[in-house]
């Protein structure tokens, strides 16, 4: 397995707090910052669908805006419940571009 990495923004582009929605790979996803850390997941809440790109970020948890539930902004995981988590992405800052990661089947 390797990673395969894309540019989603620039440095800059988020404060603490925000998140915004990026396409990477084909697929939606939302761009985060809690605190000095960026984090990366699907963009549709597991619960019903809602657009976690207008929710908000506190205290380790983006937040969705529908019926708030919290998943944590590390492992993607919904606080109260394991059993419902989030598809989370790596995040890495190369320069002043924020890239995000998806593992790849390599081939020989
Ligand atoms: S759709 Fe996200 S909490 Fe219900």
Redesign the pocket.
């Known amino acids: 397995m390797t990673t395969a990495w894309t540019a989603v923004a620039k440095v800059g582009q988020l404060v603490a707090g925000d998140v915004v929605p990026v396409t990477a790979f084909g697929r939606e996803l939302v761009l985060g910052r809690d605190g000095d850390r960026y984090f990366a997941v699907q963009r549709q ?1 597991v ?4 657009d976690l790109s207008e929710g908000i970020v506190s205290r380790g948890y983006i937040i ?1 805006p ?4 919290r998943f944590s902004t590390a492992t993607g995981r919904q606080a109260e419940a394991s059993e419902y988590c989030l598809a989370s992405y790596p995040v890495r800052v190369v320069g002043d571009v924020i890239e995000v990661g998806i593992a790849t089947q390599e081939t020989t």
């Open positions: 809440c619960h019903r669908g809602g969705c529908n019926h708030g539930w």
